[in-house]
């Protein structure tokens, strides 16, 4: 069930008179968490009519940063668990 959010962000984008194909694969498909959906928002909000493909290119972004963000995350429990095992041991 999609979030308040993405229903947002759906609404937006059929705001912007793009088909609704689009609309629905953007929101429905890819920006599924509220932080992606808030921030292909922000970005909707700030760019007054961006080409389909500026769209998708900043949801591509959007994406990239957020496994970038999640690397990072799974990065540092790694490295954390590693200082405790020299610390602790096992």
Known sequence: MPSDRTR????????KG?????????AYKYMT????????LGYLYRVTSP???DVADEMLAILSDRNAIMEKKASEH??????DVYENGL
Request: hydrophobic share 30%; with cysteine.
């Open 8 to 15: 947002e962000l759906y609404k937006a984008l059929q705001e």
């Open 18 to 26: 793009y088909p609704d194909k689009f609309c629905r694969e953007i």
């Open 33 to 40: 968490t509220d932080y992606t959906a808030t921030r292909m």
């Open 51 to 53: 080409r389909m493909e």
């Open 78 to 83: 790694a490295q954390a668990t590693i200082n």
